[in-house]
């Protein structure tokens, strides 16, 4: 089964930063409730750890004061109020807010990112991602899997487009990591890299760890994890090579580093490569372009494409008529 792309694009920040309040008068047995239980029942869809991260960021109050313990004892007759989206998405920028969704059930969610925006929190980046727009409109996602990366079952660099997808219930989540790890999930990718490969079709297999000398990059060394990455020319542009790149592993930074260590790094990687690419390109050449896996519930075929966003075809056009 060939599941359909796309569904509009999601509310920019100016909306996001619109809250959704929910206010009730807590009413049960006589005995009092743990605020976060009592959150996770109000909230649809909202776990006990989601109700919690939504405590703890200061977003519940408890007769009209902040309360930031999932464990309060609250009577009945108290009033709580939880605020769904505001302050959750501080910070949130125009681009991680603008990203569209190209396939969504009850399950999960595949979202299709654009470039420039970080996809979860992490060193010196504490907000404004990813993670933080989705959550901010799904906000079910925040209790499922990593507390710092709820419902994430794999990952994109910043600079990265392209499609990834998001579980929404637990369930959901352990099954797609699962077929993630058994490398069940078609993860397949559109780049363009310098020169020509030696082969038309080949893998790359070698193993990928922290870079010996510049540790804030990844290299292909002897003590690295095993990393195997697929290739397939599309077209050769007589100093490029369009690919399509399906990888096997999921290394950071995987197919930068191989493409890199070939001698054919990406088109537009500062990091791993020397060539700028043509005016106007900001970033490395690289679009998470397809996604295929079994339903982690249904067991369909959830097939989903992306096409190049404007700046890798205005790039990609640059070298055809070069």
């Known amino acids: 089964m060939r599941t359909p792309a796309v569904e509009g694009v999601w509310a920019g920040a100016a909306e996001l930063a619109m809250s959704r309040r929910i206010a ?3 009413c049960g047995s006589g005995a009092p409730e743990r605020l976060d239980a009592a959150v996770a029942g109000k909230v649809d869809g909202l776990s006990r750890s989601g109700a919690s991260r939504l405590i703890k960021d200061g977003l519940v109050t408890v007769g009209g004061r902040t309360s930031r313990r999932g464990s309060l004892r609250v009577e009945c007759g108290a009033e ?10 501080a910070g949130v920028s125009e681009e991680a807010a603008s990203f569209s969704v190209a396939f969504e059930d009850d399950y999960v969610v595949v979202v299709d990112k654009p470039a420039g925006v970080a996809v979860h929190p992490g060193a010196g980046r504490a907000a404004g991602t990813l993670v933080d727009a989705l959550t901010a409109r799904r906000p ?4 499922v899997g990593d507390s710092v990366r709820p419902g994430l079952v794999h990952r994109l660099d910043k600079d990265t487009s392209g499609l990834i997808v998001f579980a929404k ?5 352990s099954r797609l990591v699962g077929e993630i790890k058994a490398r069940r999930v078609v993860r397949t990718y559109t780049a363009l890299v310098a020169g020509r490969m030696p082969l038309s079709r080949g893998v790359i297999d070698a193993p990928v760890g922290r870079d010996p000398v510049r540790r804030t990059r990844q290299a292909v060394v002897s003590s690295g994890k095993p990393a195997r990455t697929r290739y397939r020319e599309v077209r050769f542009l007589s100093r490029a090579s369009l690919l399509e790149v399906a990888l ?31 005016p106007g390109l900001s ?40």
């Open 24 to 26: 009730w008068t807590l």
């Open 80 to 89: 709580v109020a939880v605020e769904l989206l505001g302050g959750s998405v």
């Open 140 to 143: 079910e996602i925040m209790g």
């Open 169 to 173: 219930t637990g369930i959901a989540y």
């Open 248 to 278: 096997e592993t999921g290394r950071m930074h995987q197919i930068r580093v191989h493409m890199a260590a070939a001698g054919h790094p990406v088109i537009g990687d500062r990091t791993y490569g020397s060539n700028p690419g043509p």
């Open 283 to 322: 970033r490395q050449f690289l679009h998470a372009s397809r996604l295929e896996f079994e339903h982690p519930v249904t067991g369909e075929c959830v097939d989903v494409s992306s096409p190049l966003p404007d700046d890798l075809r205005c790039a990609l056009d640059h070298y055809v008529s070069a």
